[in-house]
Nanobody
Framework: QVQLVESGGGLVQPGGSLRLSCAAS????????MGWYRQAPGKQRELVAE???????NYADSVKGRFTIFRDNAKNTVYLQMNSLKPEDTAVYLC??????????????WGKGTLVTVSS
């Protein structure tokens, strides 16, 4: 059974920084894409950033220049460094892993989410 466990959320003032981590556990052979989505109250879930196994990132326009995604393939872990945080970044951040190859094939998985609150 594959599980994604996020950590690193919390309360931060505008202009501050946070680093989120997501570790995938289980009998995993490889993971194609790992990424972060977020969902604010009353809004749809949206992609924040994702990164391929080869290290190619993709960012939402709203976070370009402020957030950086990187991963450690040996640890099946993805990170999201968030700088210059704004109140509109407040949301539950969910980890997503796509193309997770195990003995039973390829599947996608979601973490349970970690809350990021940006407020003074």
């Amino acid at each position: 059974q594959v599980q994604l466990v996020e950590s690193g959320g919390g309360l931060v003032q505008p202009g501050g920084s946070l680093r989120l981590s997501c570790a995938a556990s289980g009998s995993i052979f490889s993971i194609n894409v790992m990424g972060w989505y977020r969902q604010a109250p009353g809004k749809q879930r949206e992609l924040v950033a994702e990164i391929t196994a080869g290290g190619s990132p993709n960012y939402a326009d709203s976070v370009k220049g402020r957030f950086t995604i990187f991963r450690d393939n040996a640890k099946n872990t993805v990170y999201l460094q968030m700088n210059s945080l704004k109140p509109e970044d407040t949301a539950v951040y969910l980890c997503h892993a796509d193309g997770v190859r195990t003995e039973i094939g390829r599947m996608a998985y979601w973490g349970k989410g970690t809350l990021v609150t940006v407020s003074s």
